[in-house]
Every structure is written in structure tokens, then in C-alpha cells.
């Protein structure tokens, strides 16, 4: 009965990836302008702020030799290196926000969800969402658009967004980011879908 209740109590990991450009950022704001009791989980880097981001609310911002430590001392969930900067998960902060039975939404690339669905699938509840562009060619104007990245460098990141997308079909789902509005309903109803999965499955442990 206990182990029925804490499985109740725990929280929900949303694991949400698409390739740069895609506006994960924006959708993952937007969700959680939505959702007040749903949280950001907040991953390391040693790349420098962009425009407008937080430090310790966007991301940990930290430098090679701090972020080797905490690789070093076990605190990662996963780190990769992208586009010649290392990005890590922090364990203890998305542990402990789901005993307390938060939603919290990480956005991470294909390869670091590859390592966290490893270490946590069937420890704690998980959904998994790919979002996919329009097409390459919308990508390429969103990026260009941008006007942070060198031609150079968005050419990099369309040769590893065509390979990214190849691994779509390793999420629990897939949307397509036609229009921003539509794909931030289709995610909460992913969300939901997930939720209800596992209240039905708690039932299930109770009613055994």
C-alpha cells in the first residue's frame, strides 16, 4: 500500500528535445506560463548567457573546470558535449523535485535524453516529446533569423538537426511546430495522456 501511495505522490519528468531552432525555449516558457505548479528543470553548461537568459533560473552557468567536477563527483544525470560546449542534467535537483510529486519540463538534446530514459525509465514516471520544424527549409530561416550563429555554424546545426530527426521515433511523441499555440495544446495533452496512464496503473498496484 505505501509503495501504491508514494508512486501516486511522485512527480513527472516531461522530456522534451527538437533540434536548434525548433523554439523548444519558447514552447517550454509558454508551458509553464500556462502551468504555474509545473517547473523548469535547469541543466549546466559551460556555453556564455545568451540575450536575456538567467543564470540559475535558464540555466547553471559554469566553467570547464567546475562543470568536470561535477561530472567527476557523480552529480550529472548525463553530460554531452554540443557545438563545443558540455551541457549536464544535475541529478539532485530533478530527484528531488519529483518526490514532491512536481511536473517538471527539461529541454535537452537527443543523445542526453538517450542517457536519462536509460537511468530512469521505470524509476520514475517519464514522457518523452520530439518536436519536429515544418520543414529544413523553415528551420534554416528561423535560424537565420536569429542572427546569433555565423553561416558557418547554422550549416552545423541543420547537418545535426537532419540527424536528430532521424531519432524522433525513440519519444513516446512527436509534434510538429507548424503554430505555437496548437503544439503547446498538443504537448498538454501528451502530458495528460501520460498522467492518467499512471493513476491507472496506480489503481491497478492497489486493487492487486
Known sequence: MSKAKGSEQQGILIILSAPSGCGKTTIVDRLL?????????????????????????????VDSAAFKGMEERGELLESAKVFDYFYGTPKQFITDSLKKGKTLVLAIDVQGMRKIKKVLEGRVPLCTIFVLP????????RLEGRKTDSLEEIERRITAAQEEIKDARLYDFTVMNKNLEQTVLEIEGFVSQKKKERRTENHAIRSS
Not at 33 to 60: L, M, Q, V
Not at 134 to 141: A, N
Open 33 to 61: 506560463k500556462r502551468h504555474p505548479d509545473w517547473s523548469r528543470s535547469i541543466s549546466a553548461t559551460t556555453r556564455p548567457p545568451r540575450t536575456g537568459e538567467k543564470k540559475d533560473e535558464d540555466y547553471f552557468f
Open 134 to 141: 515544418p520543414s529544413i527549409k523553415v528551420l534554416r530561416d
